[in-house]
């Protein structure tokens, strides 16, 4: 397996201050995603606020206060390509997925299919990386990936 050689941390870049925060997602109906996150995932609705015509929410994962995920609702949202398959998805430009850590893969898709989540194909080990890899999806299309460092 191969090991990722990661540079050393730039602390003298004018940029040093920044951090990941959240990731945002276009959604045709707010409270449908949030149940969703919320049933389906164990996250936490961290704040809800009103921007425009649009209702806006933070949701973040049942023990991580520093990842967040925006649920944009509101509106008449066009539509988000339906992918069946993962290699299919990988061709088009822009947005494609984010990535949640977790202790096992397997583990994590027996109980998300347990809750009816939808599965996109089969877990992999990606060496390059040192992780096993799976994809799932929300009702709506938007894709989210599962990572565990081997």
């Not at 449908?32 to 919320?38: I, N």
């Amino acid at each position: 397996m191969e090991t990722l050689s990661i540079p050393p941390i730039n602390s003298t870049s004018p940029f040093a201050s920044m951090k990941g925060n959240h990731v945002a997602i276009r959604v045709p109906d707010l409270e449908a995603s949030k149940r969703w996150f919320v049933d389906k995932l164990d996250f936490r609705v961290i704040h809800e606020w009103p921007f425009g015509d649009l209702q806006l929410a933070y949701v973040a994962p049942a023990t991580d206060d520093n990842f967040w995920v925006e649920l944009l609702g509101g509106g008449t949202p066009g539509p988000q390509p339906d992918y069946s398959d993962l290699n299919e998805s990988l061709h088009d430009a822009g947005y494609h997925h984010f990535c949640i850590n977790v202790a096992s893969v397997d583990d994590t898709l027996t109980e998300l299919g347990r809750r009816g989540v939808t599965i996109l194909g089969e877990p992999f080990d990606l060496a390059a990386i040192g992780r096993r890899l799976a994809f799932f999806a929300d009702p709506w299309g938007n894709l989210i990936e599962l990572a565990q460092v081997l």
